[in-house]
């Protein structure tokens, strides 16, 4: 199994531009999230998926947008790219959401430049 | 301001030395969890503590939740190249959102 994946793995964008972070599992999970992770700040979570056809904010959702295709699919979305949107985003995945005794499995990461 | 502090933010340590990273905040957590995070990948879950005072072993891993459910620490013994990484603490305190620390970046030199 794949597990959860990814693209692209690296994406420099100029300041303005638009892109879209594709992220998609195959482990029948329930929830998916989206993190960014940026140096001495860990993870903050910036949009989860509960369910199919549910999307939240997390902590940090200004500037950006998800859809949840389907139950395999979750996708980022940055419509006008800023220099503090540079940084690395993990997808991740789980069975329900919230709960410690589920595990998260994550994606390997997209690295970010925005110029 | 993180919700969950580690320290140290760096270490580096020979290969067979023992060593402590901790896990503090001001709040109280449902539960914890620690994840290794190797270059260019991302976190694996490593264990989830849920009671305050838990003790738990995994090979030459000890982790403890602290009696107030506020802290945690991660001891490992006879430190080995292999557990070179990034560790990283997680707390549920309300069950709608992971709260990831700032992290710990382990080199253990050979």
């Known amino acids: 199994n794949a597990g959860v994946t990814q693209t692209p793995k690296f994406q420099v964008l100029k300041t303005g531009q638009s892109m879209t972070l594709q992220c998609a599992q195959d482990m029948n999970h329930n929830s998916m999230y989206w993190y960014r992770q940026d140096p001495g700040m860990g993870l903050r979570l910036i949009y989860y998926s509960a369910s199919e056809g549910t999307t939240d904010k997390g902590e940090v959702p200004n500037g950006y947008n998800v859809s949840r295709l389907n139950k395999r699919e979750f996708s980022l979305r940055l419509e006008s790219a800023a220099p503090s949107q540079t940084s690395v985003y993990f997808c991740a995945s789980s069975v329900t959401s919230f709960r410690l005794t589920d595990t998260q499995y994550f994606g390997p990461g997209t690295r970010l430049t925005v110029l | 301001t993180q919700l969950l502090e580690q320290s140290p933010q760096f270490l580096s340590i020979q290969e067979g030395e023992n060593l402590t990273v901790y896990c503090n905040s001001s709040?109280?957590?449902?539960?914890l969890q620690w994840y290794r995070q190797e270059p260019g990948e991302g976190p694996v879950l490593l264990v989830t503590?849920?009671?305050?005072?838990e003790v738990k072993k995994l090979k030459r891993l000890t982790f403890q939740f602290g009696d107030a459910r506020k802290d945690s620490s991660l001891h490992i013994t006879a430190a080995q190249p292999g557990d070179t990484g990034l560790y990283l603490c997680a707390g549920d305190r309300t069950g709608n959102q992971f709260y990831f620390g700032t992290g710990t970046s382990l080199t253990v030199i050979p």
């Open positions: 709040s109280v957590f449902s539960s």
């Open positions: 503590v849920v009671t305050g005072g």
